[in-house]
Protein backbone atom coordinates (compact mmCIF):
# COMPACT_ATOMS: atom_id res chain seq x y z
CA UNK A 1 0.00 0.00 0.00
CA UNK A 2 2.71 2.15 0.89
CA UNK A 3 4.19 1.65 -2.31
CA UNK A 4 1.49 2.49 -4.94
CA UNK A 5 0.89 5.84 -2.49
CA UNK A 6 4.77 6.62 -3.25
CA UNK A 7 3.97 5.63 -6.82
CA UNK A 8 0.77 7.75 -7.03
CA UNK A 9 2.09 11.05 -5.77
CA UNK A 10 5.34 10.59 -7.66
CA UNK A 11 3.11 10.44 -10.97
CA UNK A 12 1.33 13.27 -9.33
CA UNK A 13 4.05 15.53 -9.07
CA UNK A 14 6.01 14.58 -12.59
CA UNK A 15 3.09 14.73 -14.17
CA UNK A 16 2.79 18.84 -14.64
CA UNK A 17 6.29 18.97 -15.99
CA UNK A 18 5.65 16.06 -18.53
CA UNK A 19 2.67 17.96 -20.13
CA UNK A 20 4.12 21.76 -19.56
CA UNK A 21 3.91 23.71 -22.69
CA UNK A 22 7.17 25.33 -23.87
CA UNK A 23 6.75 28.83 -23.91
CA UNK A 24 9.89 30.43 -26.26
CA UNK A 25 8.74 33.85 -26.40
CA UNK A 26 6.02 36.35 -25.22
CA UNK A 27 6.19 38.40 -28.55
CA UNK A 28 3.07 38.47 -30.36
CA UNK A 29 3.93 36.36 -33.88
CA UNK A 30 4.25 39.79 -35.82
CA UNK A 31 7.76 39.71 -34.59
CA UNK A 32 8.53 36.24 -35.23
CA UNK A 33 10.91 35.67 -37.41
CA UNK A 34 9.70 34.05 -41.38
CA UNK A 35 10.06 30.87 -40.79
CA UNK A 36 11.81 30.13 -44.09
CA UNK A 37 14.44 32.72 -42.68
CA UNK A 38 14.65 30.81 -39.67
CA UNK A 39 15.67 27.87 -41.57
CA UNK A 40 17.73 29.49 -43.78
CA UNK A 41 19.94 30.50 -40.60
CA UNK A 42 19.28 27.00 -39.17
CA UNK A 43 21.10 25.69 -42.23
CA UNK A 44 23.88 28.10 -42.30
CA UNK A 45 24.94 27.36 -38.69
CA UNK A 46 25.22 23.66 -39.52
CA UNK A 47 21.96 22.28 -38.69
CA UNK A 48 20.26 19.39 -40.81
CA UNK A 49 16.52 19.71 -40.83
CA UNK A 50 14.71 16.82 -41.10
CA UNK A 51 11.24 18.19 -39.53
CA UNK A 52 10.36 21.62 -38.92
CA UNK A 53 7.36 22.48 -36.47
CA UNK A 54 5.46 25.43 -34.74
CA UNK A 55 4.37 24.32 -31.47
CA UNK A 56 2.67 26.64 -29.03
CA UNK A 57 5.44 29.86 -28.84
CA UNK A 58 8.36 28.09 -30.11
CA UNK A 59 10.04 26.72 -33.52
CA UNK A 60 11.02 23.37 -33.40
CA UNK A 61 13.60 21.32 -35.63
CA UNK A 62 14.07 17.32 -35.41
CA UNK A 63 17.24 17.08 -37.46
CA UNK A 64 21.11 17.26 -36.93
CA UNK A 65 22.98 19.41 -35.20
CA UNK A 66 26.33 21.21 -36.18
CA UNK A 67 28.51 18.18 -34.47
CA UNK A 68 26.12 15.77 -36.38
CA UNK A 69 24.02 14.68 -33.57
CA UNK A 70 20.85 13.54 -34.14
CA UNK A 71 19.05 15.97 -32.10
CA UNK A 72 15.37 18.07 -31.20
CA UNK A 73 15.70 21.88 -30.74
CA UNK A 74 13.50 24.36 -29.28
CA UNK A 75 14.29 27.82 -30.73
CA UNK A 76 12.76 31.49 -29.90
CA UNK A 77 11.12 32.29 -32.82
CA UNK A 78 12.38 36.07 -32.23
CA UNK A 79 15.87 35.52 -31.53
CA UNK A 80 16.83 31.96 -32.61
CA UNK A 81 18.06 31.43 -29.23
CA UNK A 82 17.83 27.65 -28.01
CA UNK A 83 15.14 27.32 -25.25
CA UNK A 84 15.72 23.35 -25.52
CA UNK A 85 17.92 20.65 -26.77
CA UNK A 86 17.84 17.07 -26.56
CA UNK A 87 20.05 14.94 -28.06
CA UNK A 88 18.63 11.38 -29.16
CA UNK A 89 20.71 8.26 -29.11
Do not use: H
Not at 44 to 69: A, D, H, L
Amino acid sequence: MKTKLILIVSMLTLAPQVYAKKNCTSEPKSKWMNESDFKAQMIKKGYKIRKFKQPGTCYEIYGQNPKGEKVEVYFNPVTAEVVKSEIDD
